[in-house]
């Protein structure tokens, strides 16, 4: 997938499909959870994530994070680079860019934002999650905070249009002590599901975009 950063930024800025995308990769019990808030979360703690692009090779790559086991209710997940809202922030795109120099070193004028997907709401830990798309000029140089992120992923866009990706399985959840069916994509050497399934899910439809 060698789509430049031009076209993906004019995909981006077609109507969003929102929670049509966001449903495909739900697990049946985060469906009723969803529909349960109807859009009311003005409780909710906000959170910015961004996924972040990069061409090697011509290759279309986006990063991911393997989460340490300390950081609580989403310990070990796969997940986009982000974290949660603070006051000193100036707002919850700059929330995205401080979390990504924070956790894996990438400065934010090394990025530029070039869209914003829809925003995603996780029940389990209360947050809404604000999306952004952001785009790197050259392969990242990382440095990786150690307490909060356990392996940094580059994975080819290409791998989740592959016939097979999307497969079904029980995922163990050590912060809920509990089990949950879920699809989910298997890329690379990971098993991509949840609210970050739900996510990726949203950009795929935008490239899909004609």
């Given at each position: 997938?060698?789509?430049?950063?031009?076209?993906?930024k004019?995909?981006?800025l077609q109507?969003l499909?929102?929670?049509?995308?966001?449903?495909?990769?739900?697990?049946?019990?985060?469906?009723?959870?969803?529909?349960?808030?109807?859009g009311?979360?003005?409780?909710?703690?906000?959170?910015?994530?961004?996924?972040?692009?990069?061409?090697?090779?011509?290759?279309?790559?986006a990063?991911?994070?393997?989460?340490?086991?300390?950081?609580?209710?989403?310990?070990?997940?796969?997940?986009f680079?982000?974290?949660?809202?603070?006051?000193?922030?100036?707002?919850?795109?700059?929330t995205?860019?401080?979390?990504?120099?924070e956790?894996?070193?990438?400065?934010a004028?090394?990025?530029?934002?070039?869209g914003?997907?829809?925003?995603?709401?996780?029940?389990?830990s209360?947050?809404?999650?604000?999306v952004f798309?952001?785009?790197?000029?050259?392969?990242?140089?990382?440095?990786?905070?150690?307490?909060e992120?356990?392996?940094?992923?580059?994975?080819?866009?290409?791998?989740?249009?592959?016939?097979d990706?999307?497969q079904?399985?029980?995922?163990?959840?050590?912060?809920a002590?509990?089990?949950?069916?879920?699809?989910?994509?298997?890329v690379?050497?990971?098993?991509?599901?949840?609210?970050?399934?739900?996510?990726?899910?949203?950009l795929l439809?935008?490239?899909?975009?004609?």
């Amino acid at each position: 997938m060698n789509l430049s950063p031009e076209i993906i930024k004019k995909k981006l800025l077609q109507p969003l499909p929102g929670l049509s995308s966001h449903l495909k990769m739900a697990p049946a019990s985060r469906a009723e959870e969803i529909a349960r808030f109807n859009g009311n979360f003005q409780n909710a703690r906000k959170s910015g994530v961004m996924i972040l692009l990069f061409h090697e090779n011509e290759r279309l790559k986006a990063i991911l994070i393997r989460r340490s086991f300390y950081v609580g209710i989403h310990a070990g997940q796969i997940a986009f680079p982000g974290g949660r809202y603070e006051e000193s922030d100036v707002d919850i795109k700059h929330t995205a860019l401080r979390e990504i120099h924070e956790e894996i070193g990438i400065p934010a004028e090394k990025i530029e934002v070039i869209g914003r997907l829809s925003d995603i709401y996780v029940p389990p830990s209360n947050f809404l999650i604000s999306v952004f798309v952001g785009y790197l000029n050259e392969k990242p140089r990382y440095k990786a905070d150690e307490r909060e992120v356990a392996e940094i992923i580059e994975i080819d866009m290409e791998e989740f249009f592959r016939e097979d990706v999307i497969q079904e399985k029980e995922f163990v959840v050590p912060s809920a002590k509990t089990s949950v069916n879920a699809l989910y994509y298997k890329v690379g050497n990971i098993d991509l599901w949840g609210a970050s399934a739900m996510v990726m899910t949203e950009l795929l439809d935008m490239l899909n975009e004609t």
